[in-house]
Every structure is written in C-alpha cells, then in structure tokens.
C-alpha cells in the first residue's frame, strides 16, 4: 500500500504561484498512476491532474496550462506546480495513488482576489 503526505498548500494572491508535494512512502509508488484531486468549499472533489508511471500527463481543463504535474519515482515524491492561480483553484488539494487506492490528507490553497 501506498501513504500520502500531502504539503505546500498556503494562502496566496491571485496571479501567484504554489508548489504542492507529495511524499509517497511503500513499494507502489513508482508503478502507480497518481492523480492531484481538489474539493473547493461546499464543491465536490474534482479531477486536477494525472501522471502515469511512465510520466503520461492528463489536466482538467480549468488548470491546462497553468498547472504542472512531476513525479520523482526514486525519491517517491509527486509535484504539482500551480502558476497564474485564481481564485477558483481555492480548495483542499489531495494527491490519490489509484494503484494503490490511498489518499493522502490533504493540503489548504487559498487564493485571495
């Protein structure tokens, strides 16, 4: 199984940037897809971002070209660089190993008009 610790969040202005990273921990992590998620308040969580094992990216819409997903398999650490927020990426940010179908506690991003 794979644990997640989830760090970087903050409260930031508009335009700003944040980095947020996942600290992986267990055996699966490098042949794990892993996904960014977020749950923006009173919203249901949604899709952020996605890199397989072998480094093949998806985003969601809202955050394409904004936002970069990285993985380092050899340290166990997953990234997401987020550039030009909004104050709609506000939200609790969770990275999800799906292989290993664990969640990590998330992180707070609060970014202020």
């Known amino acids: 199984q794979v644990q997640l610790v989830e760090s970087g969040g903050g409260l930031v202005r508009a335009g700003g940037s944040l980095r947020l990273s996942c600290a992986a921990s267990?055996?699966?992590?490098?042949?794990?897809?892993m996904r960014w998620y977020r749950q923006p308040p009173g919203k249901q969580l949604e899709f952020v971002a996605q890199?397989?094992?072998?480094?093949?990216?998806i985003y969601a819409d809202s955050v394409k070209g904004r936002f970069t997903i990285s993985r380092d398999n050899p340290k166990n650490m997953m990234y997401l660089q987020m550039e030009s927020l909004r104050p709609e990426d506000t939200g609790v940010y969770y990275c999800?190993?799906?292989?290993?179908?664990?969640w990590g506690q998330g992180t707070q991003v609060t970014v202020d008009a």
């Open positions: 999800h190993s799906v292989s290993g179908d664990s």
């Open positions: 890199m397989s094992p072998g480094g093949n990216t």
């Open positions: 267990g055996s699966l992590f490098a042949s794990s897809l």
